[in-house]
């Protein structure tokens, strides 16, 4: 069974549509994450959700808006995308807020936008 | 704050022979530290963390890290580097709260035949 799930793998649009990413966790975890890579590789943390609860909200654009209808899942939605946008998005999820916790990854979804 | 350094974005072994990969890190709080592998086209595995237990911390496929708050190191090591070991690695410190990870900018291991 997979723990992260995160659809779609890929995701292929243009310019100003709207778009969502699902991600769902079946480790009974309580928080929950969404990251950015970028072409370089390089990870940055956009939100993070504990029990349904906004805890993390770094300086992302408003465009990007997180849902979390429970604590097992936590969407991404995005307003009208940007060429910028164009990154492979991460879902991840630990036991709970505590730091020594690990986090697990999904596989990704890879945003191209046209 | 915390952050993470990772010393060499590209790091190249012959098959057989030792991995170092560097990790050195900021905290102003005892750190949690981890290493995370990334194989093309998928999301980051724990490999293994270090949690203020034993500084030498083993970890899957024969990795293992020391922990040396004198040096703020947290280096992945790897005695004899296998083909299937190319991969992105990622070292990582949390702090104590809120369970942010601060990721480093990653480390492209490539195995030479």
């Known amino acids: 069974d997979t723990a992260v799930s995160q659809t779609p793998k890929y995701l292929v649009t243009q310019m100003g549509n709207d778009k969502s990413i699902k991600c769902e966790q079946n480790?009974?975890?309580?928080?929950m994450y969404w990251y950015k890579q970028d072409s370089k590789k390089f990870l940055k943390i956009m939100f993070s959700?504990?029990?349904?609860?906004?805890?993390i909200n770094e300086t992302v654009p408003n465009r990007f808006s997180p849902k979390s209808p429970d604590k097992a899942h936590l969407n991404l939605h995005i307003n009208s995308l940007e060429l910028g946008d164009s990154a492979v998005y991460f879902c991840?999820?630990?036991?709970?807020?505590?730091?020594?916790?690990?986090?697990?990854f999904g596989d990704g979804t890879r945003l191209s936008i046209l | 704050a915390q952050s993470v350094t990772q010393l060499g974005s590209h790091v190249s072994v012959s098959e057989g022979a030792l991995v170092l990969l560097r990790c050195n890190y900021s905290?102003?709080?005892?750190?949690?530290l981890f290493w995370y592998v990334q194989y093309p086209n998928q999301g980051l595995q724990l490999l293994l963390k270090?949690?203020?237990?034993?500084?030498l911390v083993k970890g899957i496929n024969g990795f293992e890290a020391e922990f040396k708050k004198s040096e703020t190191s947290f280096h992945l090591t790897k005695p004899s580097a296998h083909m299937s070991d190319a991969a992105e690695y990622f070292c990582?410190?949390?702090?104590?709260?809120?369970?942010?990870?601060?990721f480093g900018t990653g480390t492209s291991l490539t195995v030479i035949p």
């Open positions: 991840a999820s630990s036991r709970d807020r505590g730091g020594n916790q690990p986090q697990h």
């Open positions: 480790l009974g975890h309580d928080t």
């Open positions: 959700y504990n029990n349904k609860e906004l805890i």
């Open positions: 990582a410190v949390s702090s104590g709260t809120g369970n942010q990870f601060y």
């Open positions: 905290s102003s709080v005892p750190p949690y």
């Open positions: 270090y949690t203020s237990a034993a500084t």
